[in-house]
Each structure stands twice: as structure tokens, then as C-alpha cells.
């Protein structure tokens, strides 16, 4: 298939038909790097921490999300015949094909649950039609997870889902015991509800990806499991266990109150946390609604749950650059970057991104289609909201869309985690940044960051090996929820003898929508040296060169750096920081434009980060900055002026 045939690009997105053929779009390119067998897909040879044999199965797994709900919703597709032939040769032991029984914490266990929605939601397709020897292997082989030993995560539900199946099929290798024990564990991740408080209605429906200990509660505690997890359940046991059912539609009714605010007026998603290689899998909390027929809750209509999933999928119609020539995803965001990724995504692991078309299982006639398209519900929601689960404050003001965090942390060694969890800020339009080395702060690409070096020593070179970050966020939480007070306040501890307690302040005033503050106390038994960025920007400028080019130093119009300030504009707007005198401190840190390597921001291939440079003696110093940001309309920086002349003061109420 040609690149420039692909109906997933240029999609309108405003009918089912135009979801179909998106979903076809992606399914049909698959086809000629399907094994003779139809068990294996091969599209590409980056590495996992995985076998090669679990790499193949996963291609050929997850584009099941989208086309066992195709067909479940009653479209047929001819391609479908690849993935009956491969669900025999992949679990037939005799074949050269096999997929091989899951081991302990097995990455089979992950690809368990597409095959096992496919099987629960489609017999007649891919159960039904097998001989009886086919049919045997196939529970055989979803049967090999029960007994092992598993993650205590959201990996639980791949074993519910193995069981779904084989109760669905009337397999004897069935066991309900282990089933009830998984949902009984999965139980304890779930958190209690925070009840409403001054303006603040509240939050609730949240679980943790895991037991206490675990401190991310990102997309997998929604769109890329949990939430999808319990409305599929509801749907497949409504009848055989409806007190459950009815309690995990709940959930997502409360859930999707909160889940909105991570989501543009133009359908972009904030990315933040790990796994964004998933990409359009973020929306599947919504899509998977229709299919569990999960009535959205007031102020939301079925209209605005549509326009959700629909301007989310259009957000990604001009996205070519996730393709490969062949109509194949590679593996990034809003491009091909390996950079940001987990050490468990292979060329197959953005078809988790099929979860995306669950809501094509939702019939023609469902009120999710039926319904005109609404836009994001402005008028019945607060502009700011704290979530104290995430530790986020959502803000959408001055046409963008953003959170404050404080809290969350990688509970494992995940590659750049904090960079993934630990910054200040995530952006809907401006991204987030994961470092690329540790020899300058190109490399360190700290966006959203305050990067602290020691410099006791004496040594004045900026080497990137001694920068460090927030990492673990101490004694977090959310401060004035409910009042025009709402605030962040943590603290983290870069050496021993530093402790830097940072305070995090929404838009405090309608003359300023587009800024935001930071307050930094810092109490320091050595010198350091300060770089404070703020959000990345799009790093060419007007004129098509490099906005800065740190090799030459030449600079193109729209980069601007001075004393106490710097500033980005191009055509991903207007973004830049100010350094606020407070304190005793003078407010006269050097600004900076980093040209931030290549590859390193998750929209942007080329960033250029507008920073603030400075020296911080021993003792305790205050650091205030005030951060801008105003998103391009129509690929344009439009009407910034007069907003960044708006520059915030501290509030009195924080004196």
C-alpha cells in the first residue's frame, strides 16, 4: 500500500464508515509481512528484553483489539482469514509456527489478552470454525498462563481475560478459582473517592497500576488497561456476575468526569508517563464505552464521549511521519524515535493503539454513532482541576492545555523515567522531553525541569554528567483544592546536604491564562549552578534554519535571550519563562536557548527549549519563575504578544 492511499491520513473522522476504514487502513498493510502460517508478523528488528517468537506473536496479537471489535459490530473484512489460519498455527505445538506456552512472567501472558478478546467477542470467527484439534490447542495455549507466576499489575487481567475465553469457548481448562482471585487481587489498586470540596466536584474511579508501593497512575490506569479491562468484563459478564458488571461501569462513569481534562478543545492528548508508543490508545476509555453500552454520566452526553474519541483520531490524520513506507507503524509518537521507548516495545507494540477502534463493536444503530459530535464540555466544567490521585492539577487556559504534577515516580528502572513522571509539566501541544546523553544540557533536554550541578569543586563547565533533576518527589500533595488557592507542594533531594521544597501555582489570574508559576526553595550546604526550562518548542524558525544552532551559534528570528528571560516563537507558538524577583533574590538569571539534540521531545524531532541560567550560593535562596505558553493555531503563532506582557506576580496569599 502507497503511503499517500492511506485512509487513515487525510481522514475526516466525522462518520463510523470513516473509523472503519481507518481501522482497515492499518490492518491491511500487515498482510505481506505475515508468515506463510499467518502466526508471525515481522516488520521490523529493534530488540526487547523479550525472545524474537514473543516479538512476532505481539504484531500479530494486538491488531485483534480493532478487528475482533470490527467484526463484532458487523463488518466483515477478507483479512480476517490470516489471523484464523494463524490462531492454529501459533498454538500448535507441531508447527514450526508455535508460539511456545507461557513461562513464568511471560511476555505472552501481555499478548493473551487480544487473543483471548478476540476469542470471547468472535468464536464464530476465530473459535468456532477451527477443526477440534485447533480448537483444543488454542485453550491449550491460554490455559499455559494460569498457575504462572505474573506481575502484581495491570498483568492480572491478562489472565482474566484467558479465562473469559475459555469460559466463553466451554473449555474444561476453565478455572473460575483463578479468576476470582485475580479480580479479588486487581480490587486492592483501586483507590477511594475524594469527595467534592469548595469548587471542586470531586474525583473518583481511579486504581493504581499496582499494590501501595507504586506511585504511576498514568494511561495505564485508564485507556491502556485498567479501565478498558473492567467495561470489556461488564460487557462479556453481564449476566454472570452483574453486582461486579455494574460496579466497573460505575467506575468508568466517575473515571471519565477527570479523564476529559487530559485531552485538548482539538482532540490532543497530554502525553505523559511511559508507553507512549501506543500513541491513540489513549482514547480507548472513551471507545470502549460504546461497546460496553457505559451511559455517560451528566454534564457528558453521548455526543461528547463521540466527539472525544473522533477529534482525538483526527488530532493524528496529518501525523505521516508514525508510518513506514509501507503503511506499517514504526515505533515513536508523533514520529519515529526510538529514544523515548521502554525496553519492552517492538516494532509490534504500537498496535496496542488499536484499542483505539473498540468502539466499532458498538453497532450502526448505538446512540454513540447516532449522536451529533460535541465539543469539549467548557461551559460545565471548571477551567483548573485538582486530581489528588495523579497528584495533577489540569489546566486549561489561554487555548492550552496542560498539568502541573508532583508525587508520581517510576517504581522500577525504566528508561528516562523521570523524565517520563518527575517533571513539573506535561503539555498537550508542547510535549515532554527524554534526555538523549549527559555530556551538555542539549543532552539533558530538561524542559519542565530545574537541573542543579555542583560546582563546590570549582569547575565552571557545564558537563552534563553532574546535572541532576527531581527524581522522587517527597511529602507530595495538593494544597487549597477547591479554592482559587489550588497549589502543588513537594519537596526532593538532588545530594544529601540539598533540599529543594518546590511549590507549583496554576494561572492565578484571567490577565495572565498562559503563565504559570514555579517557587523553589532551596537550602544548600554547597555551591550549584541552576538551568530552569520551560516548555519546548518546535526548534526551526521563521526562515526554516535552526531557530539556534549550537554548533555555529547563528540564530534565526523568534529566539530571543536576555537577562531574566527567554523566549521561543515558532510555528508551535509562543513559549518562553521569566525569572520573578522574590525574596531577596534578584531575578537576573542569564536566559538561555538550548538547542536540545535531535529526537529527544515527543512531537517535536527538532526542540529548541528556552532556559534560565544561574548560580545559587550556600545556604537557603528562593527561585521564582513564571513559565509561558501559547499553542500555534493552524501551525502559526498567533496574538502572543499582549499575553507575554502579562507577567505574574507572586500571589500574597503565598507570603
Known amino acids: 500500500m502507497l503511503l499517500g492511499t492511506n485512509d487513515f491520513l487525510g481522514n475526516e473522522y466525522k462518520t463510523r464508515d470513516d473509523v472503519v476504514k481507518a481501522c482497515v487502513a492499518l490492518l491491511d498493510p500487515l498482510a505481506s509481512h505475515t508468515s506463510k502460517g499467518g502466526a508471525t508478523i515481522d516488520i521490523g528488528s529493534s530488540a526487547t528484553h523479550y525472545d524474537t517468537k514473543a516479538v512476532a506473536l505481539e504484531t500479530f496479537a494486538r491488531p485483534l483489539w480493532a478487528l475482533a471489535s470490527l467484526l463484532y459490530g458487523g463488518v466483515k473484512y477478507d483479512g480476517a482469514e490470516r489471523w484464523i489460519q494463524g490462531f492454529a498455527s501459533g498454538t500448535d505445538p507441531k508447527s514450526e509456527e508455535y508460539w511456545g506456552a507461557a513461562a513464568d512472567k511471560d511476555q505472552r501472558m501481555v499478548e493473551m489478552s487480544p487473543l483471548s478478546y478476540a476469542v470471547a467477542m468472535a468464536p464464530e470467527v476465530f473459535y468456532e470454525n477451527q477443526t477440534d484439534q485447533a480448537k483444543e490447542n488454542i485453550c491449550a495455549f491460554l490455559q499455559s498462563c494460569i498457575g504462572k507466576r505474573m506481575p502484581d499489575t495491570n498483568w492480572l487481567w491478562f489472565r482474566v481475560f484467558a479465562n473469559l475465553a475459555l469460559r466463553k469457548v466451554g473449555s474444561h481448562f476453565h478455572n473460575p478459582e483463578q479468576m476470582e482471585k485475580d479480580l479479588l487481587r486487581l480490587e486492592e489498586f483501586q483507590l477511594p473517592p475524594h469527595e467534592p470540596t469548595g469548587n471542586d466536584s470531586g474525583s473518583a474511579g481511579w486504581s ?104 482525538h483520531l483526527r488530532y493524528w490524520n496529518d501525523a505521516k511521519d508514525i508510518f513506514r513506507s509501507d503503511g506499517t507503524l514504526n515505533i515513536g509518537y508523533r514520529f519515529d524515535c526510538v529514544n523515548m521507548t521502554e525496553n519492552y ?12 477502534f473498540i468502539c466499532l463493536g458498538a453497532s450502526a444503530d ?150 504559570y508559576l514555579r517557587i523553589h526553595k532551596i ?41 531574566g528571560w527567554s523566549r521561543a516563537v515558532t510555528a508551535g507558538g509562543a513559549v518562553g519563562l521569566h525569572d520573578i524577583p522574590y525574596k531577596g533574590s534578584e531575578g537576573k538569571r542569564q536566559g538561555q536557548l538550548v538547542q536540545i539534540d535531535p529526537n529527544a521531545n515527543v512531537i517535536f524531532s527538532r526542540g529548541i527549549l528556552p532556559s534560565l541560567l544561574g548560580e545559587i550560593k550556600e545556604g537557603e535562596s528562593w527561585i521564582v519563575t513564571a513559565i509561558f505558553g501559547k499553542p500555534a493555531t493552524n501551525g502559526k503563532a498567533e496574538e502572543w504578544e499582549e499575553e507575554w506582557e502579562n507577567v505574574p506576580k507572586v500571589p500574597s496569599w503565598v507570603n
Open 208 to 311: 493504581r497500576d499496582g499494590p501501595e508501593d507504586v506511585k504511576q497512575l498514568d494511561y495505564y490506569s485508564s485507556s491502556f488497561a485498567i479501565q478498558p479491562a473492567q467495561m470489556i468484563y461488564a460487557k462479556l459478564c453481564a449476566e454472570t456476575d452483574p453486582g461486579r458488571a455494574e460496579k466497573y461501569k460505575q467506575r468508568a462513569k466517575d473515571f471519565i468526569l477527570d479523564f476529559v481534562y487530559y485531552f485538548s478543545d482539538e482532540g490532543a492528548a497530554i502525553p505523559f508517563g511511559r508507553s507512549m508508543v501506543y500513541r491513540f490508545a489513549v482514547i480507548a476509555t472513551a471507545s470502549t464505552m460504546a461497546l460496553a453500552d457505559v451511559e455517560p454520566p451528566a454534564p457528558l452526553t453521548w455526543g461528547h464521549i463521540k466527539g472525544l474519541v473522533l477529534r
Open 523 to 563: 537550602t544548600t550546604g554547597r555551591k550549584l549552578l541552576s538551568s530552569e526550562g520551560g516548555w519546548t518548542n518546535y526548534g526551526q524558525g521563521a526562515d526554516g534554519r535552526a531557530l539556534i544552532q549550537s554548533f555555529s551559534g547563528l540564530m534565526s528570528p523568534g529566539g530571543d535571550q536576555e537577562e
Open 366 to 515: 448505538h446512540p454513540f454513532w447516532t449522536a451529533d459530535e460535541l465539543p469539549w464540555p467548557t461551559d460545565a466544567f471548571p477551567t483548573i482541576k485538582a486530581l489528588p490521585d495523579p497528584s495533577h492539577i489540569m489546566v486549561r487556559k489561554g487555548g492550552h492545555t496542560f498539568l502541573l504534577s508532583s508525587g508520581q515516580a517510576p517504581h522500577y528502572a525504566m528508561r528516562h523515567g523521570p523524565a517520563k513522571y518527575c517533571k513539573f509539566s506535561y503539555s498537550a501541544s508542547f510535549g515532554f522531553c527524554c534526555p538523549t546523553g549527559d555530556m551538555d544540557l542539549g543532552q539533558l533536554a530538561g524542559d519542565s525541569m530545574l537541573a542543579l550541578r555542583d560546582t563546590s569543586d570549582g569547575v565552571e563547565e557545564c558537563d552534563g554528567e553532574s546535572w541532576r533533576v527531581r527524581r522522587h518527589p517527597t511529602e507530595a500533595r495538593i494544597e487549597g483544592r477547591g479554592t482559587d488557592k489550588v497549589h502543588l507542594r513537594s519537596k526532593w533531594r538532588p545530594w544529601k546536604d540539598v533540599e529543594v521544597e518546590t511549590w507549583l501555582l496554576p494561572p492565578q489570574e484571567d490577565s495572565s491564562p498562559n503563565w
Open 345 to 356: 516495545n517492538a516494532p509490534g507494540s504500537p498496535y496496542w493503539c488499536m484499542k483505539a
